[in-house]
């Protein structure tokens, strides 16, 4: 089983910036992709972005178009930590933000591929 937790939420004003960190934890060698996800008040959770985890994984980062040019996925392996640098931020992207582990060998793993899930850390951004 792979353990994640995040930490970095936070209210923010509108404009401003915010980093997300993800620590991944226990059976880390399975992974091929690490993500972050939201779920706004009343909607549905959705995707934000998507990295390659280890050597073996196929696939590229990939951005959901809403975030694309704002917000920047990285990885640090050594240290088993996944970052989420949110720039420019609107008041649309106030959500509770998921860091979540896909083990499919796919290079386009889908939502349901990402199984091992953290508890969220919450943004709000403040018009």
């Known amino acids: 089983q792979v353990q994640l937790v995040e930490s970095g939420g936070g209210l923010v004003q509108a404009g401003g910036s915010l980093r997300l960190s993800c620590a991944a934890s226990?059976?880390?060698?399975?992974?091929?992709?690490l993500g972050w996800f939201r779920q706004a008040p009343g909607k549905e959770r959705e995707f934000v972005a998507r990295?390659?985890?280890?050597?073996?994984?196929?696939?590229?980062?990939y951005y959901s178009d809403s975030v694309k040019g704002r917000f920047t996925i990285s990885k640090d392996n050594g240290k088993n930590m996944v970052y989420l640098q949110m720039n420019s931020l609107k008041p649309e992207d106030t959500a509770l933000y998921y860091c979540?582990?896909?083990?499919?060998?796919?290079?386009?793993?889908?939502?349901?591929?990402?199984?091992?899930w953290g508890q969220g850390t919450l943004v709000t951004v403040s018009s």
């Open positions: 226990g059976r880390t060698f399975n992974l091929r992709h």
């Open positions: 990295l390659p985890w280890s050597r073996v994984s196929r696939g590229d980062t």
């Open positions: 979540a582990g896909s083990s499919s060998e796919s290079p386009y793993p889908r939502t349901i591929d990402f199984r091992s």
